[in-house]
């Protein structure tokens, strides 16, 4: 079926320090990704839409220049946490749907990102 | 903001038992979709249920949609201490981007 990787699993770095992390569609073209953050025993909240070849959309309180979006190809899309603070410390996971299934299909979620910020 | 709310928050049974947890939310939707997390790791789907449709099964796993009442219920019977994760409900209004509930954890006490 169909799988997204995201790397790393796990960051553990200095305050202002970039960090970027990778989510990548194994066996579908994904046009859209999406970013999600969660805080421990929290949900996931919705950072940003990553479109391929156009600007990212960021949700309400989103520092977009803190959370940079590339999507440069249709199997990958990448987030720079820019100049991290401990605050930012948090478990970041990507997600993507096969287009082509069209409709009413489920997301397939990466493993997340544990970024610890020291 | 999240338009899902879920109850409980959380939930302990013992093995066997069957467990239920309930999700609402606010705004007319695509689909509605029951997804399941293990400590630390990403999102597993279970179940997506369309908003013309009112239950679903896999395996142990029953869900029921209620779009008068904009609520839904995941059902897993028979549970084992496998099935101790955190469940969370989300639901798709366009353009597959999801909003989720609060979530439940679950502990199921071997």
């Known amino acids: 079926g169909a799988v997204v990787s995201q790397h790393p699993s796990w960051v553990i770095c200095k305050s202002g320090t970039s960090v970027k992390i990778e989510c990548r569609s194994l066996d579908f073209q994904a046009t859209t990704m999406f970013w999600y953050r969660q805080f421990p025993k929290q949900s996931l909240m919705l950072m940003a839409t990553?479109?391929?070849?156009?600007?990212?959309?960021?949700e309400q309180g989103v520092e977009k220049d803190k959370f940079l979006i590339n999507h440069a190809s249709l199997t990958l899309s990448t987030l720079t946490v820019t100049s991290a603070h401990p605050e930012d410390s948090s478990f970041y996971i990507c997600s993507a749907r096969d287009p082509v299934k069209g409709a009413n299909q489920p997301q397939h979620f990466g493993d997340g990102t544990r970024l610890s910020i020291l | 903001s999240q338009q899902g709310e879920e109850d409980p928050q959380a939930l302990s049974i013992q093995e066997g038992e069957n467990a239920t947890m309930n999700c609402s939310y606010k705004t007319s939707i695509n689909n509605l979709q029951w997804y399941r997390q293990n400590s630390g790791r990403g999102l597993v789907h279970l179940i997506l249920?369309?908003?013309?449709?009112r239950e679903k099964h896999s395996g142990r796993l029953r869900v029921t949609l209620d779009t008068s009442k904009k609520s839904s219920s995941l059902l897993i019977t028979a549970s084992r201490a496998a099935d101790t994760a955190s469940y969370f409900c989300a639901t798709e209004v366009g353009g597959s981007r999801l909003t989720f509930g609060e979530g439940t954890q679950l502990t199921v006490n071997p």
């Open positions: 249920i369309r908003s013309n449709e």
């Open positions: 990553s479109n391929e070849g156009s600007k990212a959309t960021y």
